[in-house]
């Protein structure tokens, strides 16, 4: 028995995929408050992103005071799964170094390629419902 996949997710997958232009680069944009980090992440976290886009919110992480990160991947159009390994590692080095990180905003087709993966639970998103 298969992990449970709604056709819903993987049409939008493709619809995300198909709309894809080669100008929607990664961008990410760090706001600090009280208490906590957010990081916006927006474009596409690809194959072609994903060493930039982990570096840049592992510098902005580790150079931070901050103990929370919010990851808002509202802005976030496409995820491949070279993204998906980004944002694990992300996490990853985050926890290593006691900082709790949240992730928020997340769209879809982005929802449907986490789970899909298995990604999900690991950075604490729940099926929603």
Not at 60 to 66: A, K, M, Q, R
Not at 70 to 91: H, T
Not at 116 to 124: D, I, N, V
């Amino acid at each position: 028995m298969g992990r449970h996949v709604s056709d819903t997710g993987f049409e939008s997958y493709l619809l995300a995929y198909a709309r894809l232009d080669e100008a929607d680069a990664a961008t990410v944009v760090a706001t600090a408050s009280a208490g906590h980090l957010t990081i916006a992440v927006s474009g596409c976290v690809d194959v072609q992103a994903c060493s930039t886009v982990t570096q840049r919110l592992c510098e902005l992480i580790g150079g931070s005071d901050h103990r929370h990160v919010v990851l808002d991947l509202s802005g976030v159009e496409f995820c491949d799964c070279a993204g998906v390994r980004a944002l694990l590692a992300v996490q990853e080095q985050a926890t290593g170094a006691g900082v709790t990180c949240t992730v928020q905003g997340v769209r879809p087709h982005v929802r449907w390629l986490l789970e899909f993966t298995g990604a999900a639970p690991m950075l604490g998103l729940t099926r929603p419902g």
